[in-house]
């Protein structure tokens, strides 16, 4: 599949020169990324433990629940700074998925199997893999028992179990997303339906969500909303319909205030409508109805019903039961591990670290705060294990490549209060192409190839 951009249907006529060249420049910008990385490994080689303490730590037993890419980046670090660590990794996945690829397979820009990758090749070398879901945590006894019943003990424990979506949260979601009217990018089969949706779309209301609570990813359901948007418009259908984006929160993009400002009125001028404090309460599906409850600033409540011919609604995010239902969560944090935010070291159980959507740090959910947290997380555990304080601290710098239409993207870091880091190279408030190639064609390279086996 040609992943340049517009897909099919409405296909813009940039030249191809011009396209070789953004992709050029998409990738000498990722040969920045690359070398920096690989500068950066250079210098953490040097962070290595000494032969005494890995001597010290012979015997260590580290193991690490959850493989996806907040699991299997720590683990690949673990055994960089200190190759002879005994590390198990618990995870019963046998594929292993690239979830910031599913916006794209959704958009049409993006097959089915670039997302798609064998677990079993992710794995570092050295490591024991335990084919199996986590049951119950038991940290008194420094130890978790698998859903077959045995035990896996432990010294040291990084909980990485991430995030799923609910889909029984919100009533009649789960049956709307059976019909042939609704599909959602958090599920990759029904992005995939989600995507010919679209393609068969011949007007009338679009209507997108977005849900209350923590969000896996919480720019990816306006990402969606603005390249369909983008979508009809070029396939010359704008005229015939209308493009809700009815979201739970304040605002188009709260986390991140010098972003909304720059986005908010380039997505108003297309006409897309926002709906702000709009809560999806149910959908009936016999009449095609998303039903809202509307949050007043006043603290007044009312129902607004949107009919729809084309429905991407947001289910809850909750993490898994084995974590939700154990002593590792805390009143108040929704089931999420409680975690310090800056050493990410469990605050009640000291040789426990989380990384990664399951941990409450208030950091968003997204790869690209784990390839920040990760570093943080094995220099941590291995103070620990030597008896030292933890050194190194999260400072909440995240990424997000926010896609507003096809060929286009705003790419930007920020930081626990919002404010953006490193503007300079991202030129975070522009919508530019080369960005747009970068997310297409970089990140996933650096995925796979740089944060998988731990480089960075
Ligand atoms: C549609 C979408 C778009 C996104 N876009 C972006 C983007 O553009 N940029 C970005 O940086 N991020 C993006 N993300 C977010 C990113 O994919 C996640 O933040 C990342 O995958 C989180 O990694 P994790 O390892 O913490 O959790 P997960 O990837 O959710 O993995 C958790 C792992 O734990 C395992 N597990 C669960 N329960 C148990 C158990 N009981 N025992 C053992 N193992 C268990 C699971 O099988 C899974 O492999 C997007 C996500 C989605 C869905």
């Given at each position: 599949?040609?992943?340049?951009?517009?897909?099919?249907?409405?296909?813009?006529?940039?030249?191809?020169d011009?396209?070789?060249?953004?992709?050029?420049?998409?990738?000498?910008a990722?040969?920045?990324?690359?070398?920096?990385a690989?500068?950066?490994?250079?210098?953490?080689?040097?962070?290595?433990?000494?032969?005494?303490?890995a001597?010290h730590?012979?015997?260590?037993?580290?193991?690490?629940?959850?493989?996806?890419?907040?699991?299997?980046?720590?683990?690949?670090?673990l055994?960089?700074?200190?190759?002879?660590?005994?590390?198990?990794?618990?995870?019963?996945?046998?594929?292993?998925?690239?979830?910031?690829?599913?916006?794209?397979?959704?958009?049409?820009?993006?097959?089915?199997?670039?997302?798609l990758?064998?677990?079993?090749?992710?794995?570092?070398?050295?490591?024991?893999?335990?084919?199996?879901?986590?049951?119950?945590?038991?940290?008194?006894?420094n130890?978790?028992?698998?859903?077959?019943?045995?035990?896996?003990?432990?010294?040291?424990l990084?909980?990485?179990?991430?995030?799923?979506?609910?889909?029984?949260?919100?009533?009649?979601?789960?049956?709307?997303?059976?019909?042939?009217?609704?599909?959602?990018?958090y599920?990759?089969?029904?992005g995939?339906k989600f995507?010919h949706?679209?393609r068969?779309?011949?007007?009338?209301?679009?209507?997108?969500?977005?849900?209350?609570?923590?969000?896996?990813?919480?720019?990816?359901?306006?990402?969606?909303?603005?390249?369909?948007?983008?979508?009809?418009?070029?396939?010359?259908?704008?005229?015939?319909?209308?493009?809700?984006?009815c979201?739970?929160?304040?605002?188009?993009?709260?986390?991140?205030?010098?972003?909304?400002?720059?986005?908010?009125?380039?997505?108003?001028?297309?006409?897309?409508?926002?709906?702000f404090?709009?809560?999806?309460?149910?959908?009936?599906?016999?009449?095609?109805?998303?039903?809202?409850?509307?949050?007043?600033?006043?603290?007044?409540?009312?129902?607004i019903?949107?009919?729809?011919?084309?429905?991407?609604?947001?289910?809850?995010?909750?993490?898994?039961?084995a974590?939700?239902e154990?002593?590792?969560?805390?009143?108040?944090?929704?089931g999420?591990?409680?975690?310090?935010?800056?050493?990410?070291?469990?605050?009640?159980?000291?040789?426990?670290?989380?990384?990664?959507?399951?941990?409450?740090?208030?950091?968003?959910?997204t790869?690209a705060?784990?390839?920040?947290?990760?570093?943080?997380?094995?220099?941590?555990?291995?103070?620990?294990?030597?008896?030292r304080?933890?050194?190194?601290?999260?400072?909440?710098?995240?990424?997000?490549?926010?896609?507003?239409?096809?060929?286009?993207?705003?790419?930007?870091?920020?930081?626990?209060?919002?404010?953006?880091?490193?503007?300079?190279?991202?030129?975070?408030?522009?919508?530019?192409?080369?960005?747009?190639?970068?997310?297409?064609?970089?990140?996933?390279?650096?995925?796979?190839?740089?944060?998988?086996?731990?480089?960075?």
């Amino acid at each position: 599949m040609d992943t340049d951009n517009r897909p099919e249907r409405g296909r813009g006529s940039s030249g191809m020169d011009r396209r070789r060249a953004l992709k050029w420049l998409a990738g000498g910008a990722g040969a920045v990324v690359l070398a920096g990385a690989g500068g950066g490994y250079a210098y953490r080689r040097s962070m290595r433990i000494s032969r005494r303490e890995a001597n010290h730590l012979r015997n260590a037993r580290f193991v690490v629940a959850g493989g996806s890419i907040g699991g299997l980046t720590v683990a690949a670090r673990l055994r960089r700074s200190f190759p002879g660590a005994r590390v198990t990794l618990i995870e019963p996945k046998k594929v292993h998925h690239y979830q910031p690829g599913y916006t794209l397979v959704a958009a049409g820009v993006y097959a089915r199997e670039d997302v798609l990758f064998d677990q079993a090749e992710l794995l570092p070398s050295g490591i024991e893999w335990v084919r199996e879901a986590v049951e119950t945590f038991e940290p008194e006894r420094n130890r978790v028992i698998l859903a077959s019943g045995s035990a896996v003990e432990y010294d040291y424990l990084v909980v990485a179990l991430g995030v799923e979506a609910d889909w029984g949260s919100t009533e009649g979601l789960a049956d709307a997303l059976k019909t042939p009217y609704a599909g959602n990018i958090y599920d990759l089969d029904s992005g995939q339906k989600f995507r010919h949706l679209v393609r068969n779309f011949e007007g009338g209301e679009a209507v997108f969500t977005f849900p209350q609570g923590f969000v896996k990813c919480g720019g990816a359901p306006q990402k969606i909303t603005w390249l369909t948007e983008d979508y009809l418009r070029s396939a010359g259908l704008r005229d015939n319909c209308r493009v809700h984006f009815c979201s739970a929160q304040a605002s188009l993009f709260p986390v991140v205030p010098v972003i909304e400002r720059a986005v908010t009125p380039k997505i108003e001028a297309r006409g897309i409508e926002n709906h702000f404090r709009e809560v999806l309460r149910a959908v009936d599906v016999s009449t095609r109805t998303a039903i809202f409850e509307k949050m007043g600033e006043d603290g007044s409540r009312g129902e607004i019903r949107r009919s729809y011919d084309l429905l991407h609604p947001m289910p809850r995010f909750r993490t898994p039961r084995a974590l939700r239902e154990s002593v590792l969560t805390a009143e108040g944090l929704g089931g999420q591990l409680e975690i310090d935010r800056h050493t990410l070291v469990h605050k009640r159980f000291p040789n426990i670290f989380g990384v990664g959507d399951c941990a409450a740090t208030g950091a968003p959910k997204t790869a690209a705060t784990i390839r920040k947290q990760a570093p943080v997380v094995v220099e941590n555990l291995l103070d620990t294990a030597l008896g030292r304080p933890p050194s190194r601290a999260y400072d909440g710098t995240s990424g997000c490549p926010l896609l507003t239409r096809y060929g286009r993207c705003m790419m930007f870091e920020f930081d626990f209060e919002g404010n953006l880091v490193n503007e300079w190279l991202y030129q975070s408030t522009r919508e530019t192409r080369v960005w747009w190639q970068f997310k297409v064609h970089g990140l996933k390279r650096l995925y796979r190839h740089v944060m998988i086996p731990g480089w960075v």
